[in-house]
């Protein structure tokens, strides 16, 4: 990817992260964000990135979403980390600078990849699977739990026929922010991913604990295994297959009837304490999550086939009501989630 340009669309905890390993091993970089204070932060002092007691200092390029239609270049390369929600908005504001053989990359939760390809046309998209763990609550400073030679994972994958084979050009450049394997069932791939968030991302936020200690909420891996059976019976009715994600074998998850436990105990081992989801931080923030994408996802798949997603959709009401503020995280919100799944 020599002389190629690299463009962050998104650049908040994760994607500022991936920015700045991509800025140190010198390629042709620009981060792009919606927080007007991040990136002044970032403009006056470089991005700080705090990883296991270390602090590292990168002088990044940034820019305003304001500052995309002065932009007179195009993008080779576009990796998007704005929310699922995002996903149609941002990637119509960067289709116009998106090279006519470049790629843009949903590196997010949720089913995005398909969202993407009815903007920009699917020989442009890549789909993509992220795990990296990151929080930014200070502009311009990003804590990363999740370091690029532990613990930070991708999958890229064609949803098209026109750019198999061409999943390496992305790849080489992930590769300096994490391990990068290439999907031949991208869509199986990130649905995969969305039963493991289904199970951990919005349950285990309405404790208010950090990831390694919501085991010692009663009950509660029971609830994530439900959601997560509901959300493998969606993709089931979709026609995805069991991918191995997050650096699993496939003979880890393949006939296996402890397929939820396996990916449970496997994000166990590459989580770091003190490591909050991703929906927490956004309760905290009085942000809007993804929820809706992801438990949503799965209660909308199984309803529109004559199903039901019980678990999911009170995952989805208790998210509902702690971001409206009529709960707060913890005990109060678990008891509500356990409430709403009793009555079904």
């Keep these: 990817m020599s002389g190629k340009k690299i463009a962050i669309l998104g650049s908040g905890a994760n994607g500022s992260a991936i920015g700045a390993d991509l800025t140190r091993a010198g390629l042709d970089v620009v981060l792009i964000d919606?927080?007007?204070a991040h990136v002044e932060a970032m403009r006056a002092n470089g991005l700080r990135v705090?990883?296991?007691?270390?602090?590292?200092?990168?002088?990044?390029?940034?820019?305003?979403?304001?500052?995309?239609?002065?932009?007179?270049?195009?993008?080779?390369?576009?990796?998007?980390?704005?929310?699922?929600?995002?996903?149609r908005w941002a990637a119509r504001l960067i289709e116009p600078y998106l090279a006519p053989d470049g790629f843009l990359v949903g590196v997010q939760n949720g089913?995005?990849?398909?969202?993407?390809?009815?903007?920009?046309?699917?020989?442009?998209?890549?789909?993509c699977v992220i795990e990296v763990a990151s929080e930014l609550w200070e502009p311009g400073i990003v804590i990363r739990h999740s370091p690029p030679d532990s613990g930070s994972w991708f999958a890229l994958g064609s949803i098209d026929a026109s750019t198999k084979g061409r999943e390496e050009e992305v790849a080489a450049v992930m590769r300096h922010a994490g391990v990068v394997e290439i999907s031949q069932n991208i869509r199986s791939s990130?649905?995969?991913?969305?039963?493991m968030n289904a199970m951990t991302l919005a349950p285990w936020s309405l404790?208010?604990?950090?990831?390694?200690?919501?085991?010692?909420?009663p009950g509660l891996r029971e609830i994530s295994l439900a959601a997560g059976t509901e959300a493998l019976a969606a993709g089931q009715a979709q026609g995805f297959k069991v991918e191995p994600i997050i650096g699993l074998r496939p003979d880890e998850v393949e006939n296996t009837n402890r397929l939820l436990e396996t990916l449970l105990d496997k994000l166990a081992t590459i989580t770091r304490p003190g490591t909050f989801t991703t929906v927490h931080c956004d309760h905290v923030k009085g942000r809007l999550s993804e929820t809706d994408n992801i438990n949503g996802a799965v209660v909308d798949v199984l309803e529109r086939r004559g199903g039901r997603a019980p678990v999911n959709a009170a995952i989805v009401e208790a998210t509902r009501r702690l971001h409206v503020g009529e709960v707060r995280a913890?005990?109060?919100?678990?008891?509500?989630?356990r409430d709403l799944i009793a009555r079904g």
């Design 330 to 337: 913890g005990p109060e919100a678990v008891a509500l989630l």
């Design 207 to 217: 404790t208010g604990l950090s990831l390694d200690l919501v085991d010692t909420i």
């Design 34 to 36: 919606q927080w007007p």
């Design 111 to 127: 089913m995005s990849a398909d969202d993407i390809a009815e903007i920009v046309g699917p020989s442009r998209t890549l789909g």
């Design 50 to 87: 705090r990883t296991e007691g270390k602090e590292t200092v990168t002088r990044v390029r940034t820019h305003h979403l304001c500052d995309v239609a002065t932009f007179t270049h195009k993008f080779d390369v576009v990796l998007m980390l704005f929310k699922a929600y995002d996903t």
């Design 190 to 195: 990130k649905w995969m991913k969305l039963t």
